[in-house]
């Protein structure tokens, strides 16, 4: 059903046809009763991405999902079907993961180890590049930056390996260059 939707989405906008009815129709599922959590991300994403859903409304309907008491399959369902259809709202959209982010928080341990397998899964649909956009996001939601996260994580790192590790970031990046593996390195990160 999501790749059909996909693909009708793309289908419009490569033949630039009026995208109302399908708005019209999209905007209807959303009222249906019993409709997976999965299928309600992906319409949401769909019609945000026709321009008819703004990124409030778009919120005010993931909102519901991103409660405490919502099982795991309803919380992270959701957020799958709109990144099947709307990736980028993630990243171009802060609430969503400050919603996401405050809703992890507010998880007891036992809710979120439950919902840790799904949400790996989840994004491990993103590109590096992305994946990275979306970390980052999230260490600046939570006060975490450079040698802070990787203290915070655990990682207490005095100064001079800090430095070492910066050089070895660095001796990587000349190897991959002088390999001739910069731009596939470049592709592959994006």
């Known amino acids: 059903m999501i790749s059909?939707?996909?693909?009708?989405?793309?289908?419009?906008?490569?033949?630039?046809?009026?995208?109302?009815?399908?708005?019209?129709?999209?905007?209807e599922m959303l009222h249906h009763r019993g409709m997976p959590a999965v299928v309600h991300g992906a319409v949401?994403?769909?019609?945000?991405?026709?321009?008819?859903?703004?990124?409030?409304?778009l919120l005010r309907n993931i909102e519901p999902y991103l409660q405490v008491n919502q099982p795991?399959?309803?919380?992270?369902?959701?957020?799958?079907?709109?990144?099947?259809?709307?990736?980028?709202?993630?990243?171009?959209?802060?609430?969503?993961?400050?919603?996401?982010?405050?809703?992890?928080?507010d998880w007891?341990?036992?809710?979120?180890?439950?919902?840790?397998?799904?949400l790996r899964m989840?994004?491990?649909?993103?590109?590096?590049?992305?994946?990275?956009?979306v970390a980052q996001q999230l260490a600046d939601l939570n006060?975490?930056?450079?040698?802070?996260?990787l203290t915070n994580a655990g990682l207490e790192l005095n100064p001079r390996e800090l430095t070492l590790l910066a050089q070895l970031d660095g001796y990587v990046a000349t190897a991959i260059e002088r390999a001739g593996l910069s731009g596939w390195y470049t592709n592959e990160a994006e």
């Open 4 to 27: 059909a939707l996909t693909e009708l989405l793309a289908l419009t906008r490569e033949l630039n046809e009026d995208k109302s009815l399908l708005c019209q129709v999209l905007g």
């Open 44 to 57: 949401l994403g769909a019609l945000f991405q026709t321009g008819a859903l703004t990124s409030e409304a």
């Open 72 to 105: 795991p399959e309803q919380a992270v369902g959701c957020l799958q079907g709109l990144m099947q259809v709307a990736r980028e709202t993630l990243w171009r959209i802060p609430e969503i993961l400050q919603a996401l982010n405050r809703l992890i928080d």
């Open 108 to 118: 007891p341990e036992s809710h979120f180890l439950s919902l840790l397998p799904p």
């Open 122 to 133: 989840l994004f491990t649909e993103l590109s590096p590049k992305e994946l990275d956009t």
């Open 143 to 149: 006060g975490l930056t450079g040698a802070a996260m």
